[in-house]
């Protein structure tokens, strides 16, 4: 099990703040074995500075990150596979050579190495490219090539920052199969993303950061249940006017009437509804991610 707990970290001021900027004000979440774990937040949330502090590329002021019940060390990290913000990658190097050169140092033998390179370069669709020098590769065929560097060595932990940004429809199903494998097998995985739709249908549980700290975290049907959903009401024919009073809104399309509200008396509504008109639908809709998120970063 991999903890985070109440990560701090100020980075400190330039000439355009002097004070600082105070990016983790105590994050704190923990990703089990098999676990797919969705970080979001908006832009600048904090969301790479964690990431980065989790893989020991930055030092949080205070807090600590533990695997497997021991405070995380150089060792623990080598076998977590990442893949940063920055990408980095040797341009003028071919890409099955490359996933293999970054398999051996991650300790894989040289057979191995291949096997793994392989693998990875037919399940990111990288088949037709695995001659050609990085450099000359779309940017979504670099960014199978990363990903395929930060998966190699089997990692016991994956942790990666925006690893479906920029990839096509086709290999961000591709990408979701491989890490849905490697959960299924056991590896926590931790990914950011602002395709929240992804993580919807992704993650077993999402985190959702604003301004440093971690505002909402738990599976999607426990952000869900703490939020009420919409009830909404479609009326054909209503007679003008039948919502008059109630709380939300209505939109008239055609000979519809559309009433989409929250927390209201659904009895009373549906009593006005049948009055006014014929009820063609009636139905409580759960709030979608994206309704959950904006509604947690408010
Ligand atoms: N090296 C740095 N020096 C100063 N400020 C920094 C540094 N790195 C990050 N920050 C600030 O810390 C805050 C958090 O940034 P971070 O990159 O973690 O956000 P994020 O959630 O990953 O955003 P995005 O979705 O845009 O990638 C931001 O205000 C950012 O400007």
């Given at each position: 099990m991999?903890?985070?707990?109440?990560?701090?970290?100020?980075?400190?001021?330039?000439?355009e703040?002097?004070?600082?900027?105070?990016?983790?004000?105590g994050?704190?979440?923990?990703?089990?074995?098999?676990e797919m774990?969705?970080?979001?937040?908006?832009?600048?949330?904090?969301k790479?500075?964690t990431?980065?502090?989790?893989m020991?590329?930055?030092?949080?002021?205070?807090?600590e990150?533990?695997?497997q019940?021991?405070?995380?060390?150089y060792d623990?990290?080598?076998?977590?596979g990442?893949?940063?913000?920055?990408?980095?990658?040797?341009?003028?190097?071919?890409?099955?050579e490359?996933?293999?050169y970054f398999?051996?140092?991650?300790?894989?033998g040289?057979?191995e190495?291949k096997?793994?390179?392989?693998?990875?370069?037919e399940?990111?669709?990288?088949g037709?490219?695995?001659?050609?020098?990085?450099?000359?590769?779309?940017?979504?065929n670099?960014?199978r090539?990363?990903?395929?560097?930060?998966?190699?060595?089997?990692?016991?932990?994956?942790?990666l920052?925006?690893p479906?940004?920029g990839?096509?429809p086709?290999?961000?199903?591709?990408?979701?199969?491989?890490?849905?494998?490697?959960?299924?097998?056991?590896?926590?995985?931790?990914?950011s993303?602002?395709?929240?739709?992804?993580?919807?249908?992704?993650?077993?549980?999402?985190?959702?950061?604003?301004?440093?700290?971690?505002v909402a975290?738990?599976?999607?049907?426990?952000?869900?249940?703490?939020?009420?959903?919409?009830?909404?009401?479609?009326?054909?024919?209503?007679?003008p006017g039948?919502?008059?009073?109630l709380?939300?809104?209505v939109?008239i399309?055609?000979?519809r009437?559309i009433?989409?509200?929250?927390g209201?008396?659904?009895?009373?509504i549906?009593?006005?509804?049948?009055?006014?008109?014929h009820?063609?639908?009636?139905?409580?809709?759960?709030?979608?991610?994206?309704e959950?998120?904006?509604?947690?970063?408010?």
């Open positions: 991999l903890e985070i707990s109440d990560l701090r970290k100020r980075f400190a001021g330039g000439p703040a002097p004070e600082g900027k105070v990016a983790l004000d994050i704190s979440f923990t990703v089990r074995p098999g774990y969705g970080f979001v937040g908006a832009n600048g949330a904090g790479t500075t990431m980065r502090i989790v020991g590329v930055l030092q949080a002021d205070s807090g990150v533990r695997w019940g021991r405070p995380l060390g623990d990290r080598k076998r977590f990442y893949m940063p913000e920055e990408r980095g990658l040797y341009q003028k190097m071919k890409v099955a490359q996933i293999e398999g051996r140092l991650q300790g894989l040289t057979g190495a096997k793994a390179a392989a693998d990875l370069i399940r990111l669709g990288l037709e490219r695995r001659n050609d020098a990085v450099q000359a590769l779309s940017l979504g670099q960014q090539v990363q990903l395929a560097v930060a998966l190699v060595h089997d990692p016991a932990v994956l942790v920052d925006e479906f940004s990839l096509d086709i290999a961000v199903d591709a990408l979701a199969a491989v890490l849905q494998e490697r959960c299924r097998g056991g590896v926590p995985v931790i990914f993303s602002h395709q929240l739709e992804l993580v919807e249908r992704l993650c077993d549980s999402v985190g959702i950061v604003s301004a440093g700290r971690m975290t738990g599976t999607v049907s426990e952000l869900r249940a703490a939020e009420s959903g919409t009830l909404r009401v479609v009326v054909r024919d209503a007679t039948w919502a008059d009073g709380p939300g809104t939109t399309e055609g000979d009437h009433l989409a509200t929250t209201a008396d659904d009895q009373e549906l009593r006005r509804a049948m009055k006014a008109g009820v063609e639908y009636f139905g409580a809709e759960q709030p979608s991610l994206t959950i998120f904006k509604e947690a970063v408010a």
